[in-house]
């Protein structure tokens, strides 16, 4: 029998606790149907506040909203088992407005016969200047 989603959020729920960075769900649409503690903590919204919201909406700035969408729609395309380049850097917008470089990692999870995006988000503001720079982030 395939889990519910109710089992796979509350499994989630506890990967995120040893998972360094944090843990989002998107569905086919990107909207958030997981968001971690961590996910609270790096970008100051709440879960409640979150979930059912397209993500690039909130947490990207105007001018990364095609690209992130882009990478988005292209990874949840149905059956897609193998991301090359899964690992995407970007700048993200806090709720209090602060601009944070970060670093996205991408896995498709299948969910009641539909495929969702599952992301870990790791804040890369700590990386020196030059270090963000070769990476290919502008400061």
């Not at 796979?8 to 086919?28: C, H, Y």
């Not at 095609?66 to 899964?86: A, C, V």
Request: aromatic share 8%.
């Amino acid at each position: 029998m395939e889990p519910t989603l109710k089992d796979i959020l509350e499994k989630l729920r506890q990967a995120s606790n040893a998972v360094q960075g944090a843990l989002i769900m998107i569905d086919e649409k990107c909207r958030v149907t997981f968001w971690s503690e961590s996910a609270e903590m790096l970008f100051c919204y709440t879960a409640d506040e979150i979930t059912g919201i397209e993500l690039f909406k909130i947490v990207s700035p105007a001018d990364y909203h095609n690209d992130l969408e882009t990478t988005l729609q292209t990874l949840s395309k149905p059956g897609r088992k193998f991301l090359p380049d899964s690992i995407k850097e970007f700048r993200a917008l806090r709720k209090d407005g602060e601009m944070l470089p970060i670093e996205l990692s991408f896995s498709p999870i299948k969910v009641q016969d539909k495929w969702n995006i599952l992301a870990i988000v790791r804040d890369i503001a700590e990386i020196t200047s030059p270090g963000i720079r070769k990476r290919g982030i502008k400061v």
